[in-house]
């Protein structure tokens, strides 16, 4: 038999998009990952394929098996509806079946929706070759970006994930300010769903996800949406140190202020076709301000800041606190910050970046978390 990787080549040549899925076709969902975040999103995608005729009930959630009080997590789940570790108290939809082999999960998906650290994507992706639906798309909810040591330049997430599955298949994203719990709690709130898939791809996608508190709206910028994710867990950081020196709201505004525009100039340095109103949707000043104040990246550079000493092993100190403070859950932004310095090293344009250059370099060079003050002032020298 042909595999699915021969059939996306040959549709490919002849100019026919594989996520043009068949009409005929029910969408498969499957989410790869199962943490905090991915086990709110399978609680509203639970229920939106249960309501819409053209989906399959079903919807299959890819789970790292772990035991938990002597019981594997997937048997939890699949036998409580509750995902006891993740996201404790929230109940999980009979339809949404935790699976804890990836490739028997993703069997036949339309709609790969991948929400987990994105370290872990290189060793998972190659796993998914050959077994879901040649019509597939993919979603990606990872809030951080690759780095290509060849070319020095920083990758999208999503368009790793789709160069991995070959010509045809399409990754969009999902973003913004969404905080696991509150959303599971059905507080309103709001996403930005980022693609190019196409009519009526598009607007089908954004109605898996949208429910009447988890307002989606779509865009077609995915590059400054998924940098958006990604770059403002850096300027959380810089805002949780703010809160460790015990410093009030005016100075983290200050770093809200000049972050937003280092992100809107990094996305526009390294990424075509970034559009300046992306920054004005929820996956961008909305994020970043609910993420300043409420996420786990600034909750962990307070403990940082509050526990920062001479001679201090930075990357030991960042998985002391990780360890302490997030149940298994795991820091973005110190990632970002990473290939973000990287990759503005790479241009000669650190210093075009005060706020993300002294981010850096609290976080790894061991420089007193009292310099993020410098961040802004640098900043402010060049009005």
Sequence with gaps: PFSMTFLRRVLCLAGLSMAAQPPSIPEKICI?????????????LGRNAAQHERCA?????????ELVDGRNLTDIINHDHENVKYLPGHAIPDNVVAVPDLRKAAEGATLLVFVLPHQFLPRLLPQLTGVVHPSCRGVSLIKGLDFDETARRPTLISRSIASSFGPGFR????MGANIAGE???????????????GDPLDERTRRLFHTPTFGVRHVDDVAGAEACGALKNVVALGAGFVDGLGWGGNTKAAILRVGLGEMVRF???FFDGVEEATFFQSCGIADLITTCYNGRNRACAEAFAREQSDHIDCHKKWV??????????????????????????????LHD???????????FDGKPVSSIISGISAEQSKL
């Design 57 to 65: 009930t079903r919807v299959d959630m890819w789970v790292h098996e």
């Design 171 to 174: 990754c969009g994203v999902l």
């Design 267 to 269: 996305c526009q340095l």
């Design 353 to 363: 970046f005060p706020l993300f250059r002294t981010i850096y370099e609290i976080a």
């Design 320 to 349: 002391d606190i990780e360890t302490r403070l997030l149940n298994g859950q795991k820091i973005q932004g110190t990632l970002s910050a990473k290939e973000a310095y990287a990759a503005l090293e790479s241009v000669g344009k």
């Design 183 to 197: 959303v599971a709690d059905g507080e309103p709130c709001e996403a930005t769903l980022a693609s190019r898939f």
């Design 32 to 44: 790869v990952g199962s943490g905090n975040w991915g086990s709110t999103i399978a609680i509203m």
